[in-house]
C-alpha cells in the first residue's frame, strides 16, 4: 500500500490505475490540484477528489457503488410525486447553482463541505465543454428544490453530489436521469461509495478491476 503525493502543477498526476495501491479507504494519492485537465484525467482512471482544500485527497476505492439506469428503484411515493405536476425535472442547466446548494446544504454528522468554490469554476468549466451534467428539479415557482451534479466522459457518468430542499427532490431528479440515460444507452452511474441510501435506489458493488474494465469500455 502507497499513496502518493503530487506536487502543485504535475502532469500527468496519476500513473496507470492498474499500478496504484489503495489504502483501506480507497485513498491513491494526496495533493496536485483540481484544474479541469486534472479531473479529467482522474475520472478516465477510476479516480475522483474527495476535498477542494489542498492537499487533495484522491480516491479509488477497491468496492465501487455504481447504478444501472435500469435497476432504478421507483417507490410508490415517488412515482405518484412523479405524476402529481408538483414539480419537474430538466437537464443540463444552472450547473453552478446546484454545485453550491450542494455546497451549503446542511449533512448529518458532518460540519462542513468538501467542494470549494475552486472545485465549482472547475467543473463549470468542464460543464460549459460539454463534460458535465446536472439533473434539476424546480417546483411550481420555478423555485431550484433539488438536483445533483457530475462528470461524463463518453459513456461513463459519474454521480458527484445532490441535495434536496423538499422531501424527494432529489430522487425525482435522479430517477428521470435514468430514465434519460436509458434512451440514450448509457449502462451505469458511478456513485463512488456504498451507502444504504443508495442500495434502496437500486446500486450495487463492483470490484475496482470489475469498475476499471467497466470505464474502460465506456470511454473508449
Given at each position: 500500500?502507497?499513496?502518493?503525493?503530487i506536487?502543485?502543477?504535475?502532469?500527468p498526476?496519476?500513473?496507470?490505475?492498474?499500478?496504484?495501491e489503495?489504502?483501506?479507504?480507497?485513498l491513491?494519492a494526496?495533493?496536485?490540484d483540481?484544474?479541469p485537465?486534472?479531473l479529467v484525467?482522474?475520472y478516465?482512471?477510476?479516480?475522483f477528489?474527495?476535498?477542494?482544500?489542498?492537499?487533495?485527497?484522491?480516491?479509488?476505492?477497491?468496492?465501487?457503488?455504481?447504478l444501472?439506469?435500469?435497476?432504478?428503484?421507483?417507490?410508490?411515493?415517488?412515482?405518484?410525486?412523479?405524476v402529481?405536476g408538483?414539480y419537474r425535472?430538466e437537464?443540463?442547466?444552472?450547473?453552478?447553482?446546484?454545485?453550491?446548494?450542494?455546497m451549503?446544504?446542511?449533512?448529518?454528522?458532518?460540519s462542513?463541505t468538501w467542494?470549494?468554490?475552486?472545485?465549482?469554476q472547475?467543473y463549470t468549466?468542464?460543464?460549459?465543454?460539454g463534460l458535465?451534467?446536472?439533473?434539476?428539479?424546480l417546483?411550481?415557482n420555478d423555485r431550484?428544490?433539488?438536483?445533483?451534479y457530475g462528470?461524463?466522459?463518453?459513456?461513463?457518468?459519474?454521480?458527484?453530489?445532490?441535495?434536496?430542499a423538499?422531501?424527494?427532490?432529489s430522487k425525482?431528479?435522479l430517477?428521470?436521469?435514468?430514465?434519460?440515460?436509458?434512451?440514450e444507452?448509457?449502462?451505469?452511474?458511478?456513485?463512488?461509495q456504498?451507502t444504504?441510501?443508495?442500495?434502496s435506489?437500486?446500486?450495487?458493488?463492483v470490484?475496482?478491476?470489475?469498475?476499471?474494465?467497466?470505464l474502460?469500455?465506456?470511454?473508449?
Amino acid at each position: 500500500m502507497r499513496v502518493l503525493w503530487i506536487p502543485p502543477g504535475k502532469r500527468p498526476l496519476f500513473p496507470e490505475p492498474e499500478s496504484l495501491e489503495p489504502d483501506e479507504h480507497g485513498l491513491v494519492a494526496l495533493g496536485g490540484d483540481i484544474a479541469p485537465d486534472a479531473l479529467v484525467e482522474a475520472y478516465s482512471k477510476g479516480i475522483f477528489p474527495w476535498d477542494g482544500n489542498f492537499p487533495h485527497p484522491w480516491f479509488s476505492p477497491q468496492n465501487r457503488a455504481i447504478l444501472e439506469p435500469s435497476q432504478f428503484h421507483v417507490s410508490h411515493s415517488l412515482r405518484k410525486l412523479a405524476v402529481s405536476g408538483k414539480y419537474r425535472v430538466e437537464f443540463d442547466v444552472m450547473f453552478p447553482q446546484v454545485m453550491r446548494r450542494c455546497m451549503l446544504i446542511p449533512r448529518r454528522g458532518q460540519s462542513g463541505t468538501w467542494i470549494s468554490e475552486e472545485m465549482v469554476q472547475s467543473y463549470t468549466t468542464l460543464f460549459n465543454a460539454g463534460l458535465g451534467f446536472c439533473a434539476i428539479t424546480l417546483d411550481q415557482n420555478d423555485r431550484l428544490v433539488g438536483g445533483l451534479y457530475g462528470v461524463k466522459l463518453g459513456r461513463a457518468y459519474f454521480g458527484e453530489s445532490m441535495f434536496s430542499a423538499e422531501r424527494d427532490a432529489s430522487k425525482l431528479a435522479l430517477m428521470k436521469l435514468c430514465q434519460k440515460l436509458l434512451r440514450e444507452g448509457v449502462e451505469w452511474i458511478d456513485c463512488q461509495q456504498d451507502t444504504a441510501h443508495l442500495r434502496s435506489l437500486g446500486s450495487r458493488i463492483v470490484s475496482r478491476p470489475q469498475f476499471l474494465k467497466l470505464l474502460q469500455e465506456a470511454v473508449r
